[in-house]
C-alpha cells in the first residue's frame, strides 16, 4: 500500500513531517489488519527510525502478527519488526517469541546487516531465545568475513550484553579483527608502485576503530572469552584511538 511505502521513503530520508506522518499513522493504525507483512515491517520501521512513539500502532501490529496462523515472513521483515519494537522500548516476549520461531530456521537466508539488527533487537529486548541465539552465534561464526567489523562488534556486543557464551564466535570474530588490524598495520606501497592502493576511510565499521574494538572488548569480557593475543593488539590499537572514543564506551 502507498501508505507504508510513503511512510518508509520519508524515513530513509531522514525528514519528518509530523503532519502528513500523523495521518499516515492514524490510517495504518486503523487499518493495520489489511496489511501485508512486507507492509507491516515498512510501517514498524519507519515510525521507529523517525523517533515516532505510539504505543497504540505497535500494540495493533503486535495484534496482527498474533492472529496471524502462518506468517510467512521475510528475512528482512523480522529484522525490521523486532527492530522497531525493540528501538521503541516495545518489546515484549510473546511478541518476541514469534519472531524468534519465524525467525531461526531462516537464519541462512539473513544479510549481514538483517542478522545484525535481529541480534541487537534481542539484546536490547533483554530476550535470548536459546535456540534463535545459538543459531545466530553459528550462522555468523561460519560467515563472519561477510560482516563487516562494525557488524561483528554489534552482534558480540549483543551476545555480551545478554551473557550468552558461544565459543565459535567469540573465536572467529577476534580472529577477523586480527587479521584486519594487521592489514591495517602493513606499510602502504609509495604511490604509483605495484600494488599501491588508496588509503582506507576509518570509519565506524574498520576493526582499527577504538569504538568498535572496545564493544568487542566489552562483549567478550561479559562472557569471559580472554584470547590475550587478540587483547594486546586490540589495546594498542584502541590507544591509538583513545580520542576517538564515545563518553559511553570509556567507562566499559
Known amino acids: 500500500r502507498p501508505m507504508a511505502t510513503l511512510a518508509w521513503a520519508f524515513s530513509t530520508l531522514q525528514f519528518r513531517p509530523d503532519s502528513l506522518l500523523k495521518r499516515i ?27 515516532f512513539h505510539d504505543l497504540h500502532l505497535y500494540q495493533k501490529i503486535a495484534d496482527h502478527i498474533q492472529k496471524q496462523q ?51 533487537a534481542y539484546a536490547v529486548s533483554n530476550l535470548g531465545p536459546p535456540a534463535l541465539m545459538l543459531e545466530i552465534g553459528t550462522k555468523v561464526s561460519q560467515r563472519s568475513q561477510k560482516f563487516t567489523p562494525g557488524q561483528l562488534a554489534h552482534i558480540i556486543w549483543a551476545f555480551g550484553a545478554l551473557t550468552l557464551k558461544h565459543e565459535g564466535l567469540c573465536e572467529a570474530v577476534a580472529k577477523c579483527c586480527q587479521n584486519d588490524m594487521r592489514r591495517a598495520s602493513l606499510p602502504s606501497p609509495a604511490p604509483g608502485a605495484p600494488g599501491a592502493q588508496a588509503t582506507p576511510q576509518r570509519d565506524a565499521n574498520n576493526s582499527y576503530n577504538a ?33 576517538m572514543l564515545k563518553p559511553l564506551s570509556l567507562w566499559r
Open 70 to 120: 502462518n506468517l510467512g515472513m521475510q528475512p528482512a521483515e523480522i529484522a525490521n519488526i523486532a527492530w522497531a519494537f525493540a528501538k521503541n522500548h516495545l518489546s515484549n516476549q510473546v511478541i518476541m517469541n514469534r519472531l524468534a520461531s519465524e525467525a531461526v530456521s531462516q537464519i541462512g537466508g539473513f544479510k549481514a546487516a538483517e542478522i545484525t539488527m535481529l541480534t541487537w
Open 211 to 243: 569504538n568498535s574494538l572496545t564493544q568487542v572488548v566489552w562483549g567478550f569480557a561479559m562472557v569471559q572469552y580472554r584470547n590475550t593475543s587478540f587483547l594486546h593488539e586490540a589495546a594498542g590499537r584502541i590507544c591509538l584511538g583513545i580520542d
Open 25 to 51: 499513522l492514524q490510517e495504518s493504525t486503523r487499518r493495520i489488519s489489511q496489511f501485508s507483512m512486507k507492509e507491516v515491517a515498512q510501517i514498524a520501521w519507519a515510525f521507529a527510525n523517525l523517533r
